[in-house]
């Protein structure tokens, strides 16, 4: 529901009449890519595959951005793929960064935690930035690339698989029409059409406990943190979060009663005293109220023919660990690289059976991590809310207590058991393993430049590159692979000795990295055969196992 | 050696997952006995008992701080 909200950037357009529309109904208009949904996966995933060279069709059935901050939290992997989107910088201008969480149980503080406690990293751990200006940024990046078709109030309607291709129908203001597609990437949200025209289940846990979010407009002194709290004193016996956005807008979450009327609960006169109890004041207007149970599911399969579906369509989660855009946003840089490749044939169609290996995978992570946290908070039974307070009571001296209490598991990226990796064969003590996402650190192109091993990866075009550590006889990168060098003439250096600590490596070493930045394979001595064979097998040339 | 409540587990959610996973479906009764019979196997695995001393006398303590906690609330 929305109350109110005027972002600064343009959230309206128009439907435009396109040329596909006057096209015969036996020959309707053929295309390489139709990604359905322009919410923040359907956008970025567009604009990677335009980056890479692929001409994308993106409808969406609104010709608005919705209202609501809906999605706040942005993780630091996030934020590097939005650098390699072109649209990092506008998103961290304009959303406010935090790094520190804080735990309440009634009065006192149980303690705190820093999701990011060490320096050398181009970007923070999170930024809070309502989902509107995300979109709204996103949009306009688009406007730079003639290569995506953005069609608004475009519904597709249906659904039919033909061999290596699919067959739509949109309905626009101006009637139907009809288009072929190579592939059709459903980005169309948790009540996804896509997925029901396909025929999928989309099974799993519905909580029972009820949950009010309210965006409210205020000026307040609180420091930019994550504040959650167990049974407050200004909301006895129930969990509540307190969290910062942009233009002086705050996330309050507020638990309420499993029975509890959704229409009652909305009303804002209702909602007034709870958060004016909340803050110790009324001083603040509604930008947003909303009421939600929360539910926990996934698609079996998020391949169904040549629809592959994207974010929300395929796994939903519960909100505690901002695990929902930002998984999304994960997907879309694993599907496009590989989605690339297999158009241009340069990688068998069994690649992409390996975004489902490796995504279903991370959405089981974080629906596993995102139940613990909504069930830690709403207990299902007696015994697990004697569970809870024992833990809450020990968590006041004790270590072990702590570490227990469940307030919120805060998303990073997953680590793939993947057929793309290939296994370790020296003895590494630390640094990203094989199926890991590559790790920031400062680098210098010259003395007292300052820049980051993101910057030289989204530089290099974001595609297979090795990252080696110069011992004056470094290794020549196999064709198409792009080349990092750290140390040695013309290589990049490493000021603060970090990019070595942080991948465990010694001159000599190589780590060989995917287009979507995650390690492939790494070597303390590499030889070009060994890289060879790792570049072959990410790329998906042994999979045949995977239909 | 002295009781060690420095958070052992590698990973702490597994743990209490697994402790809250055991008492799904029992009933209230059911998962009291169960609780008994859990607490004396972990005992003899701990094997020492001013440990076990020791764990009694800081679970005690919890107990007394959340009544009192109680009482205020209720006055």
């Not at chain 1, 249906?158 to 059709?184: C, F, K, M, W």
């Amino acid at each position: 529901m929305a109350q109110a909200n005027s972002p600064q950037a343009k959230t309206q357009f128009g439907y435009r009449r396109h040329p596909d529309q006057d096209r015969p109904g036996q020959s309707p208009a053929e295309h390489p890519v139709v990604v359905v949904g322009a919410g923040p996966v359907g956008l970025s995933l567009a604009i990677d595959l335009a980056q890479r060279g692929q001409r994308v069709v993106l409808l969406d059935d609104a010709d608005r951005i919705g209202e609501g901050s809906r999605a706040i939290c942005f993780s630091k992997r996030s934020l590097e793929y939005w650098d390699r989107l072109g649209v990092g910088d506008r998103m961290v201008d304009k959303g406010v960064v935090w790094s520190v969480g804080r735990i309440f149980h009634g009065e006192s503080q149980l303690y705190q935690f820093n999701l990011l406690p060490e320096d050398g990293h181009k970007r923070p751990a999170f930024i809070n930035l309502q989902q509107y200006y995300a979109e709204a940024y996103l949009v306009d990046r688009i406007s730079d690339l003639p290569d995506i078709d953005l069609r608004w109030r475009n519904k597709v309607t249906g659904l039919e698989q033909r061999n290596d291709s699919v067959l739509l129908t949109i309905e626009t203001p101006e009637g139907a029409y009809r288009l072929h597609a190579q592939y059709v990437i459903a980005c169309d949200g948790a009540r996804s059409s896509l997925r029901q025209m396909v025929g999928a289940e989309f099974a799993g846990q519905v909580f029972e406990d009820q949950f009010l979010i309210a965006d409210v407009k205020m000026t307040a002194e609180f420091p930019t943190e994550r504040w959650f709290w167990f049974d407050p004193p200004f909301h006895a016996g129930r969990s509540a979060l307190l969290h910062r956005q942009p233009d002086d807008v705050w996330r309050i979450d507020l638990q309420l009663h499993r029975y509890a009327d959704p229409v009652v609960e909305k009303k804002p006169e209702n909602v007034r005293p709870r958060i004016a109890r909340m803050l110790g004041h009324d001083k603040f207007e509604f930008e947003w109220i909303s009421l939600y149970k929360f539910q926990c599911r996934r698609m079996d399969r998020f391949i169904h023919g040549s629809v592959i579906f994207a974010g929300d369509s395929a796994h939903q989660v519960s909100p505690f660990g901002a695990r929902g855009a930002n998984s999304g946003l994960e997907d879309a840089e694993n599907l496009s690289w590989k989605l690339d490749r297999v158009l241009r044939g340069l990688s068998p169609a069994s690649l992409l059976e390996t975004y489902h290996v490796e995504r279903s995978l991370a959405a089981d992570e974080n629906i596993r991590e995102s139940t613990r946290s909504t069930d830690f908070m709403a207990p299902n039974s007696h015994q697990e809310a004697r569970l809870r307070k024992a833990v809450l009571s020990l968590a006041k001296e004790t270590e072990f207590g702590k570490r227990m209490v469940n307030g919120g598991r805060l998303s990073v990226p997953c680590s793939y058991d993947s057929p793309l990796s290939s296994p370790d064969a020296d003895a590494w003590c630390g640094g990203p393993s094989p199926g890991c996402s590559m790790l920031d650190a400062p680098v210098a192109a010259r003395a007292g430049e300052q820049a980051y091993l993101t910057d030289a990866f989204r530089k290099g075009g974001t595609d297979f590159t090795l990252l080696s550590f110069n011992n004056g006889a470094a290794i020549d990168a196999p064709d198409g692979v792009k080349d990092i060098r750290i140390g040695g003439e013309g290589g990049l250096a490493d000021p603060s000795g970090l990019v070595a600590k942080r991948y465990d490596a010694e001159p000599g070493a190589a780590y060989l990295l995917r287009p979507d930045g995650y390690v492939a394979a790494r070597f303390r001595h590499p030889t070009r055969a060994a890289i060879a064979a790792a570049l072959s097998r990410a790329q998906g040339s042994n999979l045949n196992g995977l239909n | 050696m002295p009781l060690s409540t420095n958070s052992n587990f590698a990973r702490p959610d597994d743990a209490f997952r697994a402790i809250v996973e055991a008492h799904r479906g029992l009933t209230d009764e059911q998962s009291a006995d169960f609780d008994a019979a859990l607490v004396l196997i972990l005992a003899n695995h701990i094997g020492d008992i001013d440990v076990l001393r020791e764990a009694i006398g800081l679970a005690k303590r919890r107990m007394i701080d959340g009544q009192q906690q109680q009482q205020q609330q209720q006055q």
